[in-house]
């Protein structure tokens, strides 16, 4: 049995995944009774908590916009830099892979006062954020949709523009959001063709709930999936290098979705990267800042030989 504020709690994050339960959906998830979910409910309303419902056997229970922030107490001011600092976080990546600070904000949204809600909504469409060498410009507000489309399990009318330009409208049951070192990544299953796809959702133009809530069966490792699909894509060029570090570090240095990984005994890790073309896995091979040996191709080896010749010899004209 838990207690009654953990319950609440419990109580408070179902209804932030999903846009309505039933009382009786309540009941079963929580392992409690029907009264006790009524008796929560207001118990949550008291606390400032704003919680719609629809009369009826088939009606439900929602959190409604506009809600003030019980229990963090936050001012205006406050929340709106909160919700600033999140989308920053989940967008620059500076937590890695960890979708905690797009989770964060996706509640936080959820409940913010409408007049912050609006100026957050007036930043998002003015405010550009840079992306990295390689990535692609992605819109807050499109990733924040995508998120809460993944946690309601609605499903939803993606509309998406492929690597040539080419727009196309599909119906998408959500999974997962995942990042990678550069992109987030949308994880589904595309209804017509009843088969799970990943799409990158800085070419996702626009994202239509439909009302219908979804239940995913025997889904797929989300990240695995992101991995295949981008290791599976082929490049012009190919490097292979022995790193001397063993297979967890080099795992760590090059992701699994930049290149594939084998052991080279206890100490050592063969990586192979595709890229466009030498110049460019140069740069990339010289930005992981350890030491590493090229095995082939002769083409990027020399050109990373030219790149730190050239280096050595501006840097050394600079000396008096």
């Given at each position: 049995m838990i207690s009654a504020s953990a319950r609440l709690l419990q109580l408070v994050s179902l209804l932030s995944t999903r846009s309505t339960w039933t009382s009786r959906e309540l009941a079963e998830r929580m392992a409690i009774t029907d009264r006790t979910v009524r008796r929560d409910i207001a118990r949550l309303r008291e606390l400032g908590y704003g919680i719609e419902s629809d009369p009826g056997p088939w009606g439900g229970y929602r959190l409604s916009g506009g809600t003030r922030v019980p229990p963090l107490i936050l001012d205006d001011e406050e929340a709106l830099a909160v919700a600033v600092a999140l989308r920053e976080a989940a967008l620059?990546?500076?937590?890695?892979?960890?979708?905690?600070?797009?989770?964060?904000?996706?509640?936080?949204?959820?409940?913010?006062?409408?007049?912050?809600?609006?100026?957050?909504?007036?930043m998002d469409a003015t405010f550009v954020h840079a992306p990295r060498p390689g990535g692609g410009q992605i819109s807050p507000g499109v990733l924040l949709e995508l998120a809460l489309a993944c946690r309601r399990g609605e499903c939803t009318r993606l509309s998406y523009r492929d690597q040539a330009g080419n727009d196309t409208v599909r119906d998408v049951d959500p999974y997962r959001l995942?990042?990678?070192?550069?992109?987030?990544?949308?994880?589904?299953?595309?209804?017509?063709?009843?088969?799970?796809?990943?799409?990158?959702?800085?070419?996702?133009?626009?994202?239509?709930?439909?009302?219908?809530?979804?239940?995913?069966?025997?889904?797929?490792?989300?990240?695995?999936?992101?991995?295949?699909?981008?290791?599976?894509?082929?490049?012009?060029?190919?490097?292979?290098?022995?790193?001397?570090?063993?297979?967890?570090?080099?795992?760590?240095?090059?992701?699994?979705?930049?290149?594939?990984?084998?052991?080279?005994?206890?100490?050592?890790?063969?990586?192979?990267?595709?890229?466009?073309?030498?110049?460019?896995?140069?740069?990339?091979?010289?930005?992981?800042g350890t030491t590493l040996r090229v095995l082939s191709p002769d083409r990027v080896r020399e050109a990373i030989l030219r790149r730190t010749r050239d280096l050595f010899e501006q840097n050394e004209r600079a000396l008096p």
């Open positions: 620059s990546g500076v937590l890695g892979s960890d979708q905690a600070a797009l989770s964060a904000l996706l509640k936080l949204r959820q409940v913010l006062p409408s007049p912050i809600a609006g100026r957050l909504a007036d995942v990042r990678t070192g550069r992109r987030w990544y949308f994880v589904a299953r595309d209804v017509a063709r009843d088969q799970w796809r990943t799409f990158r959702a800085d070419r996702v133009v626009r994202v239509e709930p439909t009302g219908h809530i979804v239940d995913i069966v025997d889904p797929p490792d989300p990240a695995l999936l992101v991995s295949q699909g981008i290791t599976g894509v082929v490049y012009p060029v190919y490097v292979t290098i022995r790193l001397p570090h063993p297979l967890d570090q080099a795992l760590r240095l090059v992701p699994p979705t930049i290149g594939t990984h084998r052991p080279d005994g206890p100490d050592a890790t063969i990586v192979e990267i595709g890229g466009n073309d030498a110049d460019r896995l140069a740069t990339y091979l010289l930005g992981l």
